[in-house]
């Protein structure tokens, strides 16, 4: 994992500070200063830092302002009117006079202003994201945590944003982070959790544009590269494990590229693009006379390469939209964390490649009369052979314990592998090459927004592990590594460049054997 991944959050615990704060009625004036909280701490005591305030306004409302605490101070944020309660506090235990859910209200809203997609309702969690009072606050100090980030990346001046995004996506990717950041996920439903990731991810690819190309390199803590825990998170449920992926592609390490430098239009689309996925697998646990099997299958693997940007704006800055990467493998490894030493055997259920070949056989016999410089006929002969291939290959294998998964586009004009080849000169200018027109073609190997779909009715095959019965009722881990790879080969406009990008995520998943 990376390591901006670390094991607790530092950031401010402001749910906390606000609710210990006095009744309204009992702030100074003069006191007001002291109404406000670090956010991201300056390393020096001559620097500006992050704040958050409260203000009161003649006790009939008060507002929560994010700040560059410069000589004269910068608003950065400010939030809607918070009316007074009867006990004069702004959060409160009492259901009836707390403020939280209208603030994370606020937060997520503020949040998904910046997505290009606006989304047509005030977002409202449900009334159990407030029932417990340490979920409460930690969806609140998560939510305002995100907030803070975006707001930096957009609104701070440029003396104080980098070093404020370094701290902050350091605690969004913290374990604590990760964790909360599901619960809100699921509370927000999935249309908004889109919305969300997409606004997060187009402030990281804005982010991206201001960094020195030159200075991103591995060892540069400055840019977030996979496999980082901000990219993905999965869920274990009753017969089902999933696994949710959202990565900028600018995140994503090119792995090879070809061709002259693409011009500056070229880049724009291919960088406000981000990746969305769902790895869905159905597990089943099956109690034997003598073992325990576990039997785990596809369900539905989904990956989709979706503009951050409007169709507008990718038009006028960029090449379009439909210049873009598309899914070219797709590899998977499920392997179990704990009671490795139970595992009797694993197996797997699809052979190794063996399909009859579709093969024709052309023949022809080509003549010609060139005169004067040559005298009577040339004769020239011929044999074509067609082979019929699937554009999408998937494969199994086992090692140790572990079984792998692997789905490969191949060319179907020479039938190589897509990820690991380029595509001649001479078909990079052919029209009707695979590769052009893409997202329109009957025979593309895509969806018409330029994803993959696999489901069980084709790739549906089962790995299953035999484990010691003596284990029954213990909780398994099992670890899902995943690489998925994204090339690029022109679609419609004329360029010779193409490259390959390659995501990878690691997550923990369990099942409870019996």
């Known amino acids: 994992m990376a390591s901006s991944s670390s094991s607790s959050s530092s950031f401010p615990d402001v749910f906390s500070w606000i609710e210990k704060l006095p009744p309204i009625i009992q702030w100074k004036t003069e006191d007001s200063n002291n109404y406000s909280i670090n ?30 605490d410069y000589n004269i101070p910068i608003s950065l944020w400010t939030s809607k009117k918070i009316l007074p309660t009867k006990s004069k506090k ?24 910046y997505c290009s997609n606006k989304y047509p309702s005030s977002p409202k969690l449900p009334r159990t994201a407030y029932s417990e009072n340490a979920l409460k606050r930690d969806i609140f100090n998560f939510s305002l945590l995100t907030l803070t980030f975006v707001v930096c990346v957009y609104e701070a001046p440029t003396d104080l944003r980098a070093s404020c995004l370094e701290i902050l996506k350091n605690e969004l990717a913290c374990a604590k982070s990760r964790e909360v950041s599901k619960v809100l996920m699921r509370l927000m439903g999935s249309n908004t959790e889109e919305q969300w990731m997409r606004s997060m991810n187009l402030a990281i690819t804005n982010w991206y544009s201001e960094i020195d190309p030159t200075t991103t390199n591995n060892n540069n803590t400055a840019v977030l590269k996979t496999p980082s825990s901000l990219f993905s998170y999965s869920r274990s449920t009753l017969g089902l494990w999933k696994v949710q992926l959202y990565c900028p592609v600018v995140a994503m390490d090119v792995e090879k590229s070809s061709g002259p430098s693409p011009d500056d239009r070229l880049i724009f689309s291919l960088n406000y693009h981000q990746l ?26 989904r990956c989709d390469v979706v503009k951050l940007l409007t169709e507008k704006l990718m038009k006028e800055r960029g090449t379009g939209a439909s210049e873009k990467h598309f899914p070219s493998r797709i590899a998977l490894q499920i392997t179990p964390t704990t009671l490795q030493s139970n595992v009797i055997s694993i197996s797997v259920s699809k052979s190794s490649e063996n399909q009859p070949r579709e093969i024709g056989v052309e023949k022809g016999i080509e003549a010609s009369f060139e005169p004067p410089t040559a005298i009577g006929l040339h004769f020239s002969a011929g044999e074509t052979v067609t082979t019929s291939l699937k554009p999408w290959k998937f494969e199994q294998s086992v090692y140790g314990s572990t079984a792998n998964l692997n789905w490969f586009l191949h060319d179907s004009g020479d039938g190589r592998e897509v990820f690991s080849s380029k595509p001649s000169k001479f078909a990079l200018l052919q029209p009707k090459a695979w590769f052009k027109n893409r997202y329109s073609s009957a025979n593309r190997p895509f969806t018409r927004q330029g994803g993959v779909v696999f489901a069980g009715d084709e790739y549906g095959e089962s790995v299953s592990w035999k484990v010691d019965r003596g284990c029954m009722g213990r909780c398994m881990e099992w670890e899902v590594n995943g690489w998925i790879w994204l090339t690029y080969w022109p679609n419609k406009h ?21």
């Open 276 to 301: 969305e996925g769902v790895i869905q697998l159905n597990y089943r646990v099956s109690v034997q006379e003598k073992w325990i099997q576990i039997m785990v299958n596809t369900d539905n693997i």
């Open 39 to 68: 956010l991201c701490p300056s390393s020096s005591s001559s620097r500006p830092s992050l704040k958050l305030s409260i203000n009161n306004y003649n006790t009939s409302y008060s507002t929560l302002s994010i700040f560059a």
């Open 494 to 514: 004329r360029t010779f460049y193409t490259e390959t990008r390659k995501f990878q995520f690691k997550e923990i998943v369990n099942l409870t054997l019996g």
């Open 90 to 113: 702004i959060l409160n235990n009492n259901n009836e006079e707390d403020s939280t859910p209208i603030l994370v209200s606020n937060f997520i809203e503020d949040v998904l202003k």
